[in-house]
């Protein structure tokens, strides 16, 4: 009886030994019983992130990837380290977050959500250490490289809200940068400077706050131009008629788009205003046009009074004026160089071809007499009267005939003073870099347009300051 009773006690305490050491982990990820080593490392590196140990979580995932490396949990340990780094901060642990976000994009294309996740936190380090918009704009420049990718790779997921309203903050920011330079050159009647910097963004980014503003700075700037070129005593009636004539539409451009597409904003009057003075018709805005400015105007935010103080010493923006509403924009158009403002306007005016290339013509060298030496290029031009013995000695009796009005001829401009009909006359060679006008006319001189360029540009009136200073930032 009593052997038996010890027998069954033994059973007893064995079948509650083995109870305890079979017990089952659950795994978080397939959702079943697991009592695998590599589930108890993944358990131990949570823990350790759950109090700060970010070595130790990391050093742990590490040897789970290198010990098992056809876990189920190797996706999840991956995404875990570069959690790690990103939730332990700094710069240097956030560029190895960004490359560990990387590699499991590229090791785990299929994972969407996640990889949606991993290129969402990519994306925010570098919103992160963005500045202001008159700083370095290269971590503003990443961010929205970065979030353009996630809206177009992962269209599907959740994060995409998230990601267009930070995009949308992010061009805020790039947009105030590009008004600031445009603005810039303005006031330093840089004008050609300023609109190209102007027309840029308000193609780039419409949804930017100052949108409007930056359409009649586009606009005065093109008024500002129209006043150079009337005070231009060098340029002849017919042309200075037809540059007047393509700017002002250009303004009357920038103005009417003001009303079109921005008519519950601060400018739309003063373009309206600017579009009477010029004698051009004022157009209508649309109802759904004026609802949609509406709600963008809406959807912005004021900064107090305090955090407008306290924002002189932060690092970081202010992206309260950023828009809630509205698609930002995923393709940036081709930018506008200032030499195209320049070419354009000068090409409606007719000064040169459409396709701005510059040809060179000679003439056609006539008979040279045997044994006649190669004429020199800082040789005298010899007259009408010289024969080409003494034009190749040299000799007085050549009769040169020097030109005195300098200002009737192109002093860049080599002619030689023969007459056509004379058979007897040295020939020379007629330099004549010009301009293409479609094929019509050989051209006009290149050093005489390259004046008359300067001038549209206005940078001679204005001390240069305009074209030699196009990208001081």
């Excluded at 603005?183 to 980014?205: E, G, N, Q, W």
């Excluded at 003001?258 to 309206?272: F, H, N």
């Excluded at 109802?287 to 010493?313: D, H, I, P, Y």
Aim: proline share 6%; aromatic share 6%; charged share 25%.
């Amino acid at each position: 009886m009593r052997r038996n009773s010890i027998v069954v006690c033994l059973a007893l305490l064995l079948a509650f030994t083995v109870a305890c050491t079979n017990k089952k982990s659950v795994n978080p990820l397939a959702n079943v019983g697991s009592k695998q080593p590599d589930k108890v490392l993944f358990d131990r590196a949570m823990d350790a992130m759950k109090h700060n140990r970010f070595d130790v979580a990391r050093m742990t995932l590490q040897t789970l990837i290198n010990t098992y490396p056809d876990s189920e949990f190797i996706a999840r340990a991956k995404l875990a380290v570069a959690d790690s780094w990103y939730a332990e901060g700094g710069s240097t642990a956030m560029q190895q977050a960004e490359i560990e976000y990387k590699d499991f994009i590229t090791f785990f294309p299929n994972m969407t959500q996640e990889a949606a996740e991993a290129q969402l936190k990519v994306a925010n380090i570098h919103y992160q250490e963005m500045e202001k918009a008159d700083r370095d704009y290269t971590h503003a420049m990443r961010a929205e490289e970065e979030y353009r990718s996630l809206l177009l790779q992962y269209p599907d997921s959740k994060m995409v809200p998230e990601a267009k309203q930070r995009l949308r903050e992010v061009q805020e920011v790039l947009a105030q940068r590009e008004f600031g330079i445009g603005r810039f050159y303005f006031l330093r009647m840089a004008y050609p400077a300023a609109i190209a910097r102007l027309k840029t963004l308000v193609d780039r980014y419409p949804l930017y706050s100052g949108a409007d503003q930056a359409l009649y700075l586009l606009g005065q700037s093109y008024e500002g131009e129209i006043e150079i070129m009337r005070k231009n005593p060098r340029l002849n009636e017919v042309a200075k008629g037809k540059m007047i004539e393509g700017l002002t539409k250009e303004a009357a451009e920038a103005y009417e788009r003001i009303i079109k597409r921005y008519p519950a904003m601060d400018r739309a009057l003063d373009a309206k205003a600017r579009l009477e003075a010029l004698h051009l018709p004022v157009p209508r805005p649309t109802r759904a046009a004026l609802e949609q400015n509406k709600k963008e105007v809406a959807s912005r935010q004021q900064a107090g009074v305090m955090s407008t103080m306290l924002g002189n010493f932060e690092k970081h923006p202010d992206v309260a004026k950023a828009s809630h509403v509205g698609d930002p924009t995923m393709v940036d158009p081709v930018p506008i160089n200032p030499n195209e403002v320049v070419r354009r306007v000068a090409t409606a005016a007719g000064m040169g071809g459409g396709d701005n290339k510059v040809s060179v013509e000679t003439t056609t060298p006539g008979a040279v007499a045997p044994n006649q030496e190669a004429p020199r290029s800082d040789a005298p031009t010899p007259a009408a009267n010289t024969t080409p013995e003494q034009a190749a000695t040299g000799s007085p009796a050549a009769g040169l005939e020097l030109k005195t009005n300098a200002a009737a001829a192109d002093p860049n401009e080599l002619k030689p003073n023969v007459e056509a009909a004379d058979p007897n006359a040295l020939p020379a060679l007629q330099q004549s870099n010009q301009i293409d006008q479609g094929g019509a006319s050989s051209s006009v001189a290149s050093n005489a347009s390259n004046e008359e360029m300067a001038d549209i540009s206005s940078s001679k009136k204005k001390k240069k300051k305009g074209l030699g200073k196009l990208n001081p930032f």
